[in-house]
């Protein structure tokens, strides 16, 4: 159904008090972007760095947390984020990949 689980060590996207999980957890899907208004939004793909994640949903939404060093979240500030939080690319995100400290996408527009 597209959920994301993740578990072991880091900021997992589940909190700031979640630094170590033992066994999978699932990060709720509203945080990927899936409501009352948008039941059938999930995700379709996952991407990790060394420090960083994100997730695309099927709208073409890109969600990132984790370690933000040198903005690699691409959120306009280099605070960590510890929730998936939507970044705005301004077109539909088909891929991403993460690197150790920086993050590519590949897009397609919106027109």
Known sequence: HGDVFVWGYGILGLGPQAECVLTPKQIPATLFGRNDF???????????????????????DVFMWGVN?????????????????????????????????HTLALCKAFV
Request: proline residues 2%.
């Open 38 to 60: 948008n039941r059938n939004s999930m995700v379709t793909g996952i991407y990790s760095g060394i420090s960083h994640m994100g997730a695309i949903n099927s709208d073409g």
């Open 69 to 101: 060093k040198h903005g690699c979240l691409g959120l306009g500030h280099t605070k960590d984020m510890y929730f998936p939080f939507k970044a705005s690319l301004g077109a539909k995100v088909m891929k991403i990949s993460c690197g150790v400290d």
